[in-house]
């Protein structure tokens, strides 16, 4: 089956630690993203990717870090630096162009210890 | 900017109601779309419609339509006879410059039995 693999889905993370958030498609799409969810505040953008080894800063990029050295995956990682990390992790994948929707993983919900 | 606006934070009606989801979006751009998703308490972000900035036509899918209207800048969701299954959170996107989604606050639907 197509989709999007997101692992793992529960994570926990001490204080002062780097953890990856794993993201995996097999729908063949360029485009691939990683979204924070948090109460209340809707989808916020952490980092995109439209081809494969390149990457922009979404709204929220501070103390994060991606990298997308093949199409098929775009790891999320959450640095030390970032200080609030609990939420919930969606990652999402498409086609290029305005008229194309995002699909979705199941997410990973991040909670420190 | 692009915003999209989801003033209805939590709605709760009984099963067979009808129950409508307000979504208003601002964009200067001609060409965009607006999407509506919907998320079950699974977490996973559902793919519900697509609409384009130069059709107007509402439609209807089973139980639920759509009506856009670009004289309010509105892009409403109606459920028809609501089900307990429809409970969930429904988030309402636009897509426009830079290949960006920008997505509003989301509604929490609760349908009660």
């Known amino acids: 089956d197509g989709g999007i693999t997101q692992s793992p889905k529960y994570l926990f993370r001490k204080e002062g630690q780097n953890v990856t958030l794993s993201c995996e498609q097999n729908?063949?799409?360029?485009?691939m993203y990683w979204y924070r969810q948090d109460p209340g505040q809707g989808l916020r953008l952490i980092y995109y990717?439209?081809?494969?080894?390149?990457?922009q800063k979404g709204d929220i990029a501070e103390g994060y870090s991606v990298s997308r050295e093949k199409k098929e995956s775009f790891p999320l990682t959450v640095t030390s630096a970032q200080k609030n990390p609990t939420a919930f992790y969606l990652c999402a994948s498409s086609w290029t162009g305005l008229n194309q929707p995002q699909h979705f993983g199941d997410g990973t919900r991040l909670s420190i210890l | 900017a692009q915003k999209v606006t989801q003033a209805q934070t939590e709605i709760s009606v009984v099963e067979k109601e009808d129950v409508t989801l307000d979504c208003v979006y601002e964009t200067r751009d001609t060409t965009y779309y607006l999407f509506w998703y919907k998320q079950p308490p699974s977490g996973e972000l559902v793919f519900l419609i697509r609409?384009?900035?130069?059709?107007?036509q509402n439609e209807i899918s089973g139980r639920y339509s759509w009506n856009f209207q670009k004289s309010t800048s509105s892009f409403n969701f109606t459920i028809t006879a609501s089900q307990v299954v429809d409970s969930a959170v429904y988030f309402c996107?636009?897509?426009?410059?830079?290949?960006?989604?920008?997505f509003g606050t989301g509604t929490s639907l609760t349908v009660i039995p």
């Open positions: 729908l063949n799409h360029d485009a």
């Open positions: 609409r384009n900035s130069f059709d107007e």
């Open positions: 990717s439209q081809i494969v080894n390149d990457f």
């Open positions: 996107a636009l897509s426009s410059t830079g290949n960006q989604f920008y």
